[in-house]
């Protein structure tokens, strides 16, 4: 078998759902063995435990090597980041440093295997992508938040510092104070308590609630949403470029262009 036909039989292997399922079925496998470590269990168990969380391992090196031998262009396999960090994850996995100082640090690798679901499901990456190329814009969005939560913690602090120091002693406890106000974690408790000596106080947080928790949350879901909608139309276009066919939009788009170009010859 020469190495063309080998490429081509990998490629069918890695694009194969059953394959795909399979890779998922352990990675979440992997997830309740490393949960199981968690437990206090009888020796003989946790030395199964090891044994499977080794053999999850070798599963994991095959399957990238399947998935490298079956990329037909092998430095387009290092361009992808999420083949990247799936490569890292296995290799680290592989170093034996289980009794050494390291420990830890190999624990904490195998934790984060459970993050390759992200890398072989295709609605996790789209998600995950989706929410990346939204944080420029949510960046903005956080920072008028933040100086919303500075401008009532410094007000609180200095109204209410002498009600309750544990809740308004300084700016950096307000702030804590107004987190809890926003999450709606017992919120009413800390508005009755300012209220007994300020009774008007209670616009204090119904104005804070407004502006944080029913405009600025909405924002963040709306930027959010919007880039997602935006991915799945830009994956939509993909796919039927890929497939040699051309969306509606794309049609019009050509037809107003055709009807451009025959204004301008005429």
Known sequence: MNSSNLQANFDKIRSNRIFEFFVVSVILFSALVIGAKTYNIPSHFLTMITWLDRAITVFFLIEICIRFIGEPNKKDFF????????????VVSLIPIQDSELALVGRLIRIFRVLRMVSIVPELRLLLNSLIKALPQLGYVILLMFIIFYIYAAIGASFFMHINEDLWGDISIAMLTLFRVMTFEDWTDVMYETMAVYPFSWLYYLTFIFLTTFAFLNMVIGIVVNVMENEH?????????????????????QIAELKQLIQERK
Do not use: C, H, R, Y
């Open 79 to 90: 361009k992808n980041p999420w083949n990247i960090f799936d490569t890292l994850i296995v």
């Open 233 to 253: 139309a830009e994956e939509a276009k993909q796919k039927a470029l890929d497939e040699g066919q051309l969306t509606i939009e794309d049609l019009s788009m």
